[in-house]
């Protein structure tokens, strides 16, 4: 089983709403966590990192959250664009920086 | 500033056939790495260089090699390529391995069919 799954799989919003992203890990101990945007037929670009003491992080129009307790996080993307259509990877590291990777949310913006 | 440049941008082989996907850095960063992202998958470490001159297995090495050319330059190796190697292969690179709050810069991928 992956340690970083991430939900929904996929996502479909018009042009302008709100979404929420979301990834829960079992990644034990936790070192940082990052989201990550894939434009289609690129490679992934950073959005935010966060490490155990931050529990929120904005990004322009991005703003992750972080529960270590609960081990979640969250991408919050507000009044999206058209240019949001991407997958959105989840990234957790833990105590050594060994890095983990969810299988990403692929989320279209319909105008 | 280019950043992370990986070559070639697409390829078909043969099973059977071998080739090498080529990666080079311009940031000056001491680690390297090779992942695969596969449809419904997170990206998987293939191989990584923590620094130059040296080489560790990740989490999917079997049926590849790497090379560390210099600080700028590694190197994935297909000796013989199968059709499981079919994906999208991604070179990244972070200053200082395993150092806490890195960003990781990713080249824009390599798209490899194995027929």
């Known amino acids: 089983k992956n340690q970083v799954e991430q939900s929904p799989q996929s996502l479909i919003i018009l042009e302008g709403k709100n979404c929420t992203l979301q990834c829960n890990y079992t990644v034990s101990p936790f070192s940082n966590l990052r989201w990550y945007k894939q434009d289609t037929g690129r490679g992934p670009v950073s959005l935010t990192i966060?490490?155990?003491?931050?529990n929120t992080k904005s990004n322009g129009r991005y703003t992750a959250t972080l529960d270590a307790d609960t081990k979640q996080s969250s991408l919050h993307i507000t009044a999206s664009q058209l240019s949001d259509s991407a997958s959105y990877i989840c990234?957790?590291?833990?105590?050594?920086?060994?890095?983990?990777f969810g299988a990403g949310t692929r989320l279209t913006v319909k105008p | 500033n280019a950043g992370v440049t990986q070559t070639p941008k697409f390829q078909v082989l043969k099973t059977g056939q071998s080739m090498t996907l080529q990666c080079a850095q311009d940031m000056n960063h001491n680690s390297m790495y090779w992942y695969r992202q596969d449809p419904g998958m997170g990206l998987r470490l293939i191989y990584y260089s923590a620094s130059e001159g040296t080489t560790d297995k990740g989490e999917v090495p079997n049926g590849y090699n790497v090379s560390r050319l210099n600080k700028r330059e590694f190197s994935l190796r297909l000796e013989s390529a199968a059709p499981s190697q079919t994906s999208v292969y991604f070179c990244?690179?972070?200053?200082?391995?395993?150092?806490?709050?890195?960003?990781?810069?990713f080249g824009e991928g390599s798209w490899l069919t194995v027929v």
């Open positions: 990234v957790v590291s833990g105590g050594n920086n060994d890095m983990r």
């Open positions: 966060m490490t155990f003491s931050e």
């Open positions: 990244a690179s972070v200053p200082l391995h395993r150092s806490s709050g890195n960003t990781i810069y």
